[in-house]
T-cell receptor
Framework: DAKTTQPPSMDCAEGRAANLPCNHSTISGNEYVYWYRQIHSQGPQYIIHGLKNNETNEMASLIITEDRKSSTLILPHATLRDTAVYYC?????????????FGTGTRLTVIP | DTAVSQTPKYLVTQMGNDKSIKCEQNLGHDTMYWYKQDSKKFLKIMFSYNNKELIINETVPNRFSPKSPDKAHLNLHINSLELGDSAVYFCASSHKGGGGAGELFFGEGSRLTVL
């Protein structure tokens, strides 16, 4: 059920912006793009989501291309605590439950 | 003041035993989930309950029986434990979805080791 493709791993220097790409070329019109991350030994943590407009919150920015076939999660100033596996998920929000399919994600390592 | 709490965090047991993992959320959500993360780190949905009613059951063996006494609790009982049940089990909760919602809040996980 993998609808997204992400690079398996990336490195980023501490203090720099981390740009994590995600391809979702088969996304349908009513599917949202969600990003979660999982820091080692912890439960996944919601980061951000969007439909077609770019979104920003206190954690990150989400840039979605105009054709919605890809997106980029931006952590503007990466810290060591941002080292985690980042999951890009596409999903139509359901009224009953939100079963999110987690693929293999991108393992981001922030280097001091 | 943990939002989604699971107990126990670690559980080591013998094959064939029966064990339970408890989950409680204090977020006022009406939907709760159990996910399993195996040794290869794949995170898969097992069950989802909405207002104590089972919504999703992802072809999980019937040795696994979720129980939701109220909408703030979703416990997972596992009978006749097998080696392959060794994994980290995550509980999660969310508001009833719709629109742009869908944020899941996860617990810290319960690591089950079957010997």
């Amino acid at each position: 059920d993998a609808k997204t493709t992400q690079p398996p791993s990336m490195d980023c220097a501490e203090g720099r912006a981390a740009n994590l790409p995600c391809n979702h070329s088969t996304i349908s019109g009513n599917e949202y793009v969600y990003w979660y991350r999982q820091i080692h030994s912890q439960g996944p943590q919601y980061i951000i989501h969007g439909l077609k407009n770019n979104e920003t919150n206190e954690m990150a920015s989400l840039i979605i291309t105009e054709d919605r076939k890809s997106s980029t999660l931006i952590l503007p100033h990466a810290t060591l605590r941002d080292t985690a596996v980042y999951y890009c998920i596409v999903r139509v929000p359901q009224t009953g439950a939100n079963n999110l399919f987690f693929g293999t994600g991108t393992r981001l390592t922030v280097i001091p | 003041d943990t939002a989604v709490s699971q107990t126990p965090k670690y559980l080591v047991t013998q094959m064939g035993n029966d064990k339970s993992i408890k989950c409680e959320q204090n977020l006022g959500h009406d939907t709760m989930y159990w996910y399993k993360q195996d040794s290869k780190k794949f995170l898969k949905i097992m069950f989802s309950y909405n207002n104590k009613e089972l919504i999703i059951n992802e072809t999980v063996p019937n040795r696994f029986s979720p129980k939701s006494p109220d909408k703030a609790h979703l416990n997972l009982h596992i009978n006749s434990l097998e080696l392959g049940d060794s994994a980290v089990y995550f509980c999660a909760s969310s508001h009833k979805g719709g629109g742009g919602a869908g944020e899941l809040f996860f617990g810290e996980g319960s690591r089950l080791t079957v010997l």
